[in-house]
């Protein structure tokens, strides 16, 4: 049920009988999930709020200036948006001021109670400890797959996140679904092939090809390569930056053509396009979009690392 999903959502944040929660929402977020949102937070006895918007046209556009305020003066923001607002500067600036934000985009009435969000949250948490203790000192991974990838990222500096669905303390964020460890790329070179799903095209149903020189996308193949072309040349040159590899932790998480979900299915990889400001990167692009990889061959420091064995 709807109404559970959105329990899970307040217990996954820690959510407290006082706080202000304020729900995020546009014109396109199902009335059903804000309702759920709205009545749960409602029934805990907290001061909950809700503002609508009209939708963003891409993931990691800025929400007008009146709901970045309002964000900043919740203790809890909880965002069902058409679009996603976790790579935006407002989601940053809330965080800042110790907001607890969960960011839920193109999130579904099915996927509230059924796929990710059923798994066992402190079981991800425990896979993302263990995962990210392994991979931590990785200066150097690798991903292959047999239909072309092959592309290497420098960590040298960078940090793994964890986004394991758990956010209780001030300032932290996660998507709900969660389930992933991610880093922005220091540097990255090669060939990687999408062929799971994509943001803005959903599951495709044939692969695109991006060729990479020191961490942007230098060309595009596929069917969808000259639609894709002018969703980044109408942002410009930095959304070709490899803004973010993830790794996908999510037991219960399936392939939908949700990218929300889609990233956290165990046992793939993602590459994402654009800004990656709001997690250690230094590129800030107002887009950020995610492919998903199945079937990869992962090596940290030149040795094999078997995702299997731990999702």
């Not at 999903?5 to 304020?22: D, I």
């Not at 994509?198 to 000259?226: C, H, N, W």
Request: charged share 25%.
């Amino acid at each position: 049920m709807i109404s559970e999903g959105a329990k899970k959502v307040l217990e996954c944040f820690g959510v407290k009988r006082g706080e202000s929660v304020l729900v995020v929402v546009d014109t396109k977020t199902p009335l059903s999930i804000t309702k759920a949102l709205f009545e749960t937070a409602r029934n805990l006895g907290c001061e909950v709020m809700i503002m609508t918007m009209l939708p963003r046209t891409r993931h990691g556009e800025e929400p007008p200036l009146a709901i970045a305020e309002a964000m900043k003066n919740a203790d809890v923001v909880i965002a069902p948006t058409t679009f996603s607002l976790t790579h935006t500067q407002a989601r940053i600036d809330a965080c800042k001021k110790g907001a607890r934000i969960a960011s839920m985009p193109g999130i579904t009435e099915k996927m509230m109670s059924s796929g990710g969000m059923t798994a066992d949250y402190n079981k991800v948490n425990d896979v993302a400890i263990r995962l990210n203790e392994k991979l931590e000192n990785a200066r150097k991974v690798r991903v292959i797959t047999q239909i072309g990838t092959d592309i290497v990222f420098d960590l040298e500096g960078c940090k793994w996140m964890m986004d394991t669905g758990l956010c209780k303390e001030p300032g932290c964020s996660s998507n709900l679904p969660a389930g992933e460890l991610y880093i922005a790329p220091k540097d990255a070179n090669g060939v990687f092939v999408v062929d799971g799903s994509m943001s803005g095209f959903g599951i495709l149903d044939s692969p695109l090809e991006f060729s990479v020189r020191k961490r942007y996308v230098t060309g595009i193949k596929g069917r969808q390569a000259k639609e894709l072309n002018a969703m980044l040349d109408a942002v410009g040159d930095k959304a070709r930056n490899i803004a973010e590899f993830g790794i996908g932790i999510n037991p219960q998480a399936k392939l939908i053509g949700n990218v929300l979900e889609d990233e956290k299915v165990g046992g793939t990889v993602h590459i994402a396009l654009g800004d990656n400001s709001t997690f250690g990167g230094d590129v800030i692009a107002g887009i950020h979009l995610d492919g998903i990889i199945t079937k990869p061959r992962l090596f940290a420091n030149e040795k094999e690392f078997i995702l299997g064995i731990d999702v």
